[in-house]
């Protein structure tokens, strides 16, 4: 089946450090991944939508220099979050879509836990 | 995309089938309906999908109501695996268009108990 992995699985950085947190879809191409941010105890909330060759597409109220996305090809997209602060800290999850697939479906990663101290 | 009204939490007992309902009461006639669960520190794992008509696969069953406004989940033999936060999800999509963004609402953590 459609594996999307994500590395590193968790992160403890600095505050003032920036943080790349990549997304890789293993057995298939993906032409729009998406970024997913999860606080504890709450749900997840789409952060931006990525296509592969073009710039991303942030939600409303996400701020695209901090978090920036990287889609260079049809199986990695990159999330680097610049100058992470400790209310960044967080479950971040990306998922991708397979539209090739019977069903083209979302497939998620593992998520990658960042704690910035 | 319509929203969905879950309870947020429920228990099911070892062995029986857990049903799950969602309400999507402002559905239209182009949004499927997607369920998606999560375990914990887990990412989201799907389940299913559907427009109108019943859905069944190796995971669960899908009943849609016949007025779409409504429907439920249904794990026929709960395991204790599967205790997770499942998400109802409806969606404008199409055979070829299902890639699209979900918006996730708060979800029902099912508990599975033995």
């Known amino acids: 089946g459609a594996v999307v992995s994500q590395h590193p699985s968790w992160v403890i950085c600095k505050s003032g450090t920036s943080v790349k947190i990549e997304c890789r879809s293993l057995?298939?191409?993906?032409?729009?991944m998406f970024w997913y941010r999860q606080f504890p105890k709450q749900s997840l909330m789409l952060m931006a939508t990525?296509?592969?060759?073009?710039?991303?597409?942030?939600e409303q109220g996400v701020e695209k220099d901090k978090f920036l996305i990287n889609h260079a090809s049809l199986t990695l997209s990159t999330l680097t979050v610049t100058s992470a602060h400790p209310e960044d800290s967080s479950f971040y999850i990306c998922?991708?879509?397979?539209?090739?697939?019977?069903?083209?479906?979302?497939?998620f990663g593992p998520g990658t836990r960042l704690t910035v101290l | 995309d319509a929203k969905t009204t879950q309870p947020p939490s429920m228990d099911c007992a070892e062995g029986r089938a857990a049903n799950l309902p969602c309400n999507h009461s402002?559905?239209?006639?182009?949004?499927?309906v997607y369920w998606y669960r999560q375990i914990h520190s887990q990412g989201p794992q799907y389940i299913i999908h559907?427009?109108?008509n019943n859905e069944t696969n190796e995971m669960a069953s899908l009943i849609i109501t016949e007025d779409r406004k409504s429907s439920t989940l249904i794990l026929p033999h709960a395991t204790l695996r599967d205790t997770a936060v499942y998400y109802c999800?409806?969606?404008?999509?199409?055979?070829?268009?299902?890639?699209?963004?979900?918006?996730f609402g708060q979800g029902t953590e099912l508990s599975v108990k033995p």
């Open positions: 998922s991708a879509s397979d539209l090739a697939g019977a069903n083209n479906e979302q497939f």
């Open positions: 990525s296509n592969e060759g073009s710039k991303a597409t942030y």
């Open positions: 559907g427009l109108k």
């Open positions: 999800i409806v969606r404008v999509g199409s055979r070829y268009n299902q890639g699209g963004k979900l918006i």
């Open positions: 057995d298939f191409q993906a032409t729009t």
């Open positions: 402002t559905i239209s006639g182009n949004e499927y």
